[in-house]
């Protein structure tokens, strides 16, 4: 198994180039099984982790060919959300 462990804080994804394709991927050979990326916790407000990503044209995560793929205890957002809503 493999782990990647974000310490507290919010870390910055630019993913200048993502246009309408993913930020983060996770390409695999066939063989990977149990990859973990972890956080300390959901909340960055009081001490979490939060994994901000800055173009609004760009996917979060990208996995293929990879099994029991976990994200745990962290945060997701856009600085600029891709849609709105409205009533």
Partial sequence: ?????????TYNL???SANNDSCLKLVSDGAT??????????YPEWGGTLLQIANPNAGGFFVTRASN??????????VTPPYVQGK
């Fill in 69 to 78: 793929v976990t994200l745990k205890n962290l945060a997701i957002d856009y």
């Fill in 33 to 42: 099984d149990g990859v973990t990326l972890q956080g300390v916790g959901s």
């Fill in 14 to 16: 630019a993913c200048a």
């Fill in 1 to 9: 198994p493999i782990s990647v462990v974000f310490e507290a804080g």
